[in-house]
């Protein structure tokens, strides 16, 4: 599975966001960016469009930022690289369809993308904040 640096930024981004959700209080861009290491300009493009997709509103001004539409566990990895990525095509063959071995190979890789899309339904971004709740409290510092 290969994941796009768009992907994982929008991923990075609605974590921030869930990670804030219920607080009433925005989250800017900028502190996005400069806690993760992720360019702003392409944040701002990345963030209009899962606005245009209804996962998050923005709040204009001085206090603005974004925020969740829906609660965190409302939201799954699926919902999130389908708005980037498109929805997921057919898995094509370049070999000839005529061959049992491609036929074979063909219908196994489309139970792989099959469980593949069903654990990214099962994962909410409610359960990546509990994810690096836990990781946060296993940490020590030295």
Known sequence: MKISAKTEYACIAL??????HGSGEPVRIRSIADEHGVPSRFLVQILLQLKGAGLVTST??????YQLVKSPDEISLAEVMNVIEGPDEPIGTSASPES????????TWQEVAD????????ITFAD???RAHRQTENMFYI
């Open 100 to 107: 049992l071995a491609v036929k074979v190979l063909q219908s």
């Open 15 to 20: 974590l921030e966001l869930a990670r804030h």
């Open 115 to 122: 469980v593949e899309r069903e654990m990214l339904h099962g």
């Open 128 to 130: 990546l904040v509990e």
């Open 60 to 65: 204009r001004g001085a206090s603005g930022g």
